[in-house]
Each structure stands twice: as structure tokens, then as C-alpha cells.
């Protein structure tokens, strides 16, 4: 019986989990890090304060569990996003490269992340973990760019050319934070991808 | 008598008034907008609940005239650094341009327009305001741009090469937000400037 029962039971308890962890980033981002107590996320989960308390004991098991959560998810959606592009050549898969990195920073786990991100800088429990993270993903987004670009990094200039690109990719996303920002966001992204085409290539 | 007076009363009044909108941004960001009532930023300003009423009679108007606040800050920071640019001339000039313009984006004052953007986000009734003004700060700092970069608009691309370099320098500032990037910043502001430059001239 017990092994019978066991497979819904986890899936019972991995999508409390789930519920928790979605719960604490629109939390955050709604009460900010003093507002966000676990009761708070339980309610806002429909999720007992017991049973949040068995997934996590405290307000920062929870809020690391959260930023680990959005790190694992935007890792996912970049291999997402760029897997398909192998197949592309040439100047098309330069633009295709720029046109899906600047996509992931302006969807909504971009969003999610820049809300942990701005809690963090004001809260010293949650930086650290953030601050690795944040650090994991941008390593891990600057090696698929380098190796999707076809950039040849022993040469120089070429490493401080991606990180700009990444750079303003991020920086895109913030600009459409606030407003619909595409129809400008399609042009930049189209003038730079062949820029930076030349940049490589030159 | 009352001409005497007023002039020091106007003082004590205006520096009220700045307490109050500095409170109001510091409170916005460790409380978000939820937490963030007209009590709470009168206490951390030191000023009695009355006063503050007097000042900004809702919670919309004192955070309307933070966000004008911190927007009039920034034009004037953007001012201050890019004017003595004027004086130089050839690639330094880029250079100069490029990295003031990402000083003004990794400072103190954009840390307080990201935190009033990331809770204007989730907060419609701050949302207006702060894209508007973010809208007029925008069109301010491009202008500057293309005028001390000697960029000539009319040729095709060159309005999304300055573009896409601001986009770059919000990027930055966000990269900054929770740990010191200066070091690597300082290759991307070096080499980006030179690309920059190549595109302006060529």
C-alpha cells in the first residue's frame, strides 16, 4: 500500500512546494522582503502554515529555495530558446542569437528575477544566495552566447564584446518593465545583431 | 515681521519637504508600496504625521513628487557629468561620453529609480507617473547622447546605435545593483566605446 500511494503523495507534496515557492516571489515582489513573512505565502498559496513550515522551517529556507527556483527556471528557458538556433548559419543565426537572448531577459521570469534582485540589495539575508546565483546564470548565458556566436575569445576585445552585448540585453528588459517596449526593442536588436556580425566576423 | 520671518520659514519648509521625499524612496524600497504609508515615511523623515499631510495630502501625492524627485535628480546628475565633455574632442570624447553616461546609470540615483520601477511595476497607481517621467529622462539622455557623440541621426541606424548603447548602460547599472562590477565594466565601457566610435565615424 504504502509504495502505491507514494508517487501521488510526492507529487502532492512537489506541487505544495511549487505553489510555495510561486507564492514567494509574488509576494516579494508585491510586500517586499519585510512584508513577506511565511505565513503570508502560505495564505497567499492556500497552503496551511504547517504544512509551509514542513517545506521550509524558515522565512530564508523559503526565500533562497524562491531564488533558486527562478535561477533553475531561467537557466531552463535559455537552453529553451537557444537550442534551436544550432541548426542556423551565418548572419541569420548571429541575429537569431541576440533576437532569443534579449527575448529571455524580457519575459516574465526576467521580471521575477528583478524583483529577488532589487529585494536583495536591500536585504542582507537574501544577497548572498542571489548573488551567486545570479552569477551561476550569467556565466551559464555567457557560454552559450560565446559558443552560439561562433566568438573566438582568445581574440581581443572579443569576451568584452558578448559581456556588452548581455549587457545590453539586460538592459532591454528593463525597458520593458514598464511599457510595451517591442516595436523599439525589434529595431535595436536588428541594427546590433549586425553589428555585432561584423565585430565577429572582422 | 512677516517678511523677516518668511524667508527661514520657506527654508524649514522646503527642507521638510525633502526629508519627506527622501523618506519616501528609502521606504519604497526596504517596504514596497504596501508597506509604505504617509505615517511610516513621516516617522523615518522625523516629521510629525500633521506636517507631513500638510505637504502631501495622500500617499499618490507624496510618492508622485518622490518619482518627479528622483527624475529631476537625474536629469541634473546627467548634466553635470556630461558638460564638461564639451571640451574635448576625437575617440577621448566617445570614451568620456560613454562612461559618464554609464557613471549616471550605476549610481545612487538609479538605484532609486529601479526600486521606484520595480514597485511602479506592480503598483497602478504609481505606474503613470514614473513611465512618464521615465519617458522625459529617456528622451533627455539621448538627446546628450547623440549631440556629444556628434551622431548624425539621418543616416540609417545610427538613432539605434545610440539607442542600443543606452540600453547597454541601464544594463550595466543593473549588473551593479548587487555586487561591485566595476572592475569588469570598465573593459566593457573601454572596448564598447571603441566599437562605438568605429560605427559613428565609419
Redesign the interface.
Known amino acids: 500500500m504504502g509504495t502505491v500511494t507514494k508517487g501521488p503523495q510526492q507529487d502532492r507534496s512537489r506541487a505544495t512546494r511549487l505553489r510555495l515557492l510561486e507564492a514567494a516571489i509574488a509576494c516579494l515582489?508585491?510586500?517586499?522582503?519585510?512584508?513577506s513573512t511565511v505565513s503570508l505565502v502560505a495564505t497567499r498559496a492556500g497552503v496551511s502554515r504547517g504544512a509551509a513550515q514542513h517545506h521550509f522551517p524558515t522565512r530564508e529556507d523559503l526565500f533562497t529555495a524562491a531564488v533558486e527556483y527562478v535561477a533553475e527556471q531561467r537557466s531552463a528557458a535559455l537552453r529553451e530558446a537557444l537550442d534551436p538556433v544550432r541548426g542556423v548559419v551565418g548572419p541569420a543565426r548571429t541575429y537569431l542569437v541576440v533576437r532569443e537572448l534579449v527575448g529571455v531577459y524580457t519575459g516574465p521570469l526576467f521580471?521575477a528575477a528583478?524583483?529577488l534582485?532589487?529585494a536583495?540589495?536591500?536585504e542582507e539575508r537574501l544577497?548572498a544566495g542571489?548573488?551567486d546565483l545570479?552569477a551561476r546564470v550569467g556565466r551559464e548565458t555567457h557560454r552559450m552566447a560565446v559558443e552560439l556566436l561562433g566568438a573566438d575569445e582568445t581574440r581581443p576585445?572579443v569576451r568584452?564584446?558578448v559581456?556588452?552585448l548581455?549587457?545590453?540585453?539586460?538592459?532591454?528588459?528593463?525597458?520593458n518593465?514598464?511599457?510595451d517596449d517591442s516595436a523599439?526593442r525589434e529595431?535595436?536588436v536588428?541594427?546590433?545583431a549586425?553589428?555585432l556580425d561584423d565585430?565577429l566576423r572582422g
Chains 1, 2 share one sequence.
Open positions: 515582489a508585491e510586500h517586499g522582503w519585510s512584508g521580471r528583478l524583483h534582485w532589487v536583495a540589495a536591500d544577497r542571489v548573488t545570479e576585445g568584452e564584446t559581456q556588452g548581455l549587457d545590453m540585453a539586460r538592459g532591454l528588459g528593463l525597458a518593465l514598464l511599457t523599439r529595431r535595436v536588428d541594427h546590433w549586425g553589428l565585430v
